[in-house]
């Protein structure tokens, strides 16, 4: 593909995908500034990322350190670039996380929010953090069992450089819009209970929605949603 070819294909996928949102929070019943879109470059070159900002995009998921330090500092002249990382997070990533980004949606272990927390530097924000529930109860997938939630909550709640934002749940795949939102439902409840249990932290956060079950998500609530294939194309299976 030339890069005339590239550029408007991508202008073109993204306008769809906000258009996308656009119909599901009115099919919802919601306000328009009732969800926001983030952006999902994971395996993408960082000149896909400057075109989408280009186009008035301003949150950005990755999903792999290494990866995702490169692209940052290729991007680093686009200062009001906001980067969440959604991938898998293990204790050696933990540092450089809490330096280059601003979200963390994939915590799901008290031992990891307290190296976030101690490890952010000071002059930074406090880091946002969606504790990643595994809503589906299924074998060893990332997340917090929905009963070890709360307690997990409370904990992380106390950290002092980190903001508990909310929930963040990757479903089993489902057929269709029913079948997707009943898993999509019970992180809205999870999110809900917290919301009384803790009245003092700003839980104003579910994000939940990708390519495949954005309508669901919508539906149920979702303030956050994360779509890649939508927007950037097919990724190239790792
Ligand atoms: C890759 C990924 C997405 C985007 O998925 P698509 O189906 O490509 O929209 C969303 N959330 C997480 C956590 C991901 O890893």
Excluded at 176 to 191: C, H, T
Aim: charged letters at 25%; aromatic letters at 4%; proline letters at 5%.
């Amino acid at each position: 593909m030339t890069d005339i070819a590239l550029n408007e294909s991508l202008d073109y996928s993204y306008g769809q995908a906000r258009e996308r949102l656009r119909k599901a929070l009115e099919n919802a019943g919601r306000t328009q500034d009732d969800a926001k879109l983030l952006a999902v470059s994971k395996t993408k070159p960082a000149a896909m990322i400057r075109q989408v900002w280009q186009l008035g995009q301003r949150e950005f998921g990755e999903n792999y350190l290494q990866e995702a330090l490169g692209k940052q500092a290729e991007l680093a002249d686009l200062d009001d670039i906001v980067w969440h990382f959604i991938g898998p997070l293990q204790s050696n990533k933990t540092r450089a996380v809490a330096e280059h980004f601003d979200w963390v949606h994939s915590v799901d272990r008290l031992k990891i929010a307290k190296r976030l927390s101690e490890q952010r530097p000071t002059h930074l924000a406090p880091l946002n953090i969606c504790l990643q529930v595994n809503i589906s109860r299924e074998e060893s997938k990332a997340g917090v069992l929905p009963e070890e939630l709360e307690e997990l909550a409370k904990e992380v709640a106390t950290l002092p450089n980190l903001h508990l934002r909310g929930l963040m749940a990757i479903p089993a795949p489902a057929q269709g819009v029913d079948a997707q939102r009943q898993p999509l439902a019970a992180l809205r409840e999870a999110l809900a209970s917290l919301q009384s249990s803790l009245p003092n932290a700003p839980l104003d956060t579910l994000s939940m929605g990708m390519s495949d079950d954005l309508e669901a998500a919508v539906l149920e609530g979702a303030t956050l949603v994360r779509l890649g294939t939508a927007i950037f194309g097919a990724r190239q299976s790792a």
